[in-house]
């Protein structure tokens, strides 16, 4: 419970996205034409990577495939095409699942099969696929650019809405010919609002379901939120020199430090510090997750995050005005 990992995980994967069940559309500043990505095709089972590790050995079929951006981000995505009682086909509408920030496609799959939604939504006759976004682990690839390079990471989720949720929702339906159920948790919701408010991609999606959707902020009252909010908005690129923020890594150790030092910010009980007391955790659910999550972000995208946070809490709306990060 102790882990600086965790906490950081924790922070970003729910100050961001703030529980909140408004109706209000996110809007997202944007421009250019949409253009569709490259054929994508089925990875080897020796390349297999979460198909291997959180599915098959449950007895599910599963396979993974390579899906490309059209800036060139090659993305990893899954599909567990039926249940374990069988019966795929054609007939089985798709789900795309997609996760929010500092976590992957993994994040649906870490409970036992009878507890995780991608294998209930199996069991129950969807035809399911998992997306990944660019900069997890399954994901660091690009047709020119290099992970450990700054260019790999000069993005925000502005670019994840014009670039890798198109890719994974065209890809899904060019396989399946069907309109997708969609799911989304966290900045897996503000992707699909953002996009859906510009009507883009909604001739490709029958249904959204979003958990945790980022709406309004203004609900954030932890001390510990609102000082890592305007820590992030005060351009933290420039104090980490980082342009991949890997919250197992040392620079985020130190950020860490340095919020709970602040006057106010009690870190005694860092995760009731950050969200208020949590029924749902105990010690074997958290040690689960530090083996998965949390997974690295573009620094720019925290820092687009954190001034969308900031912005709302002054504002109390997420979507007036329309705006971009800096």
Same mark, same amino acid.
């Given at each position: 419970m102790g882990s600086l990992s965790l906490v950081i995980w924790s922070f970003f994967a729910l100050l961001c996205p703030i529980?909140?069940?408004?109706?209000?559309?996110?809007?997202?500043?944007?421009g250019g034409p949409f253009r569709l990505a490259e054929t994508e095709v089925a990875i080897g089972a020796a390349q297999a990577g979460i198909c291997a590790s959180a599915v098959t050995i449950h007895g599910y079929r599963c396979q993974e495939f390579n899906v490309r951006t059209d800036d060139g981000y090659i993305l990893s995505a899954q599909r567990i095409p039926e249940g374990l009682a069988g019966g795929g086909g054609s007939s089985r509408p798709p789900v795309l699942l997609q996760h929010g920030v500092l976590v992957d496609g993994m994040t649906w799959l870490l409970n036992s099969p009878q507890q995780s939604l991608a294998m209930i939504l199996a069991d129950r006759g969807f035809d399911v696929w998992i997306a990944n976004i660019r900069g997890t682990r399954y994901s660091r690839r690009h047709v020119t650019l290099d992970p450990s390079k700054p260019e790999f990471w000069n993005w925000t989720w502005d670019d994840l809405v014009?670039?890798?949720?198109?890719?994974?929702?065209?890809?899904?339906?060019?396989?399946t010919g069907q309109k997708i159920h969609y799911v989304g948790h966290s900045m897996g919701t503000l992707m699909a609002l953002a996009t859906f408010s510009e009507r883009?991609?909604?001739?490709?999606v029958k249904s959204a379901a979003l958990l945790s959707p980022i709406a309004f902020l203004s609900h954030m009252t932890t001390a510990l939120g609102v000082v890592a909010a305007k820590a992030f908005v005060g351009e933290i690129t420039t104090l980490f020199g980082l342009?991949?923020?890997n919250p197992k890594g040392?620079?985020?150790?130190?950020?860490?430090?340095? !919020?709970? #030092?602040?006057? &106010?910010?009690? *870190?005694?009980?860092? !995760?009731? #510090?950050?969200? &208020?007391?949590? *029924?749902?955790?105990?010690a074997s659910t958290v040690e689960l997750f530090l083996k998965n999550e949390p997974q690295s972000t573009s620094t720019k995208n925290l820092v687009h995050l954190a001034q969308t946070a900031q912005h709302t809490l002054k504002s109390g709306c997420f979507s007036c005005p329309r705006w971009k990060a800096h």
């Open positions: 529980l909140n069940s408004s109706n209000e559309v996110v809007a997202s500043s944007r014009m670039h890798d949720l198109p890719a994974l929702l065209d890809f899904v339906f060019q396989q883009k991609q909604i001739d490709k342009s991949e923020f040392d620079a985020v150790a130190s950020l860490l430090k340095a !919020l709970c #030092a602040q006057p &106010g910010v009690d *870190c005694y009980d860092l !995760l009731t #510090a950050l969200t &208020g007391k949590n *029924c749902c955790l105990n």
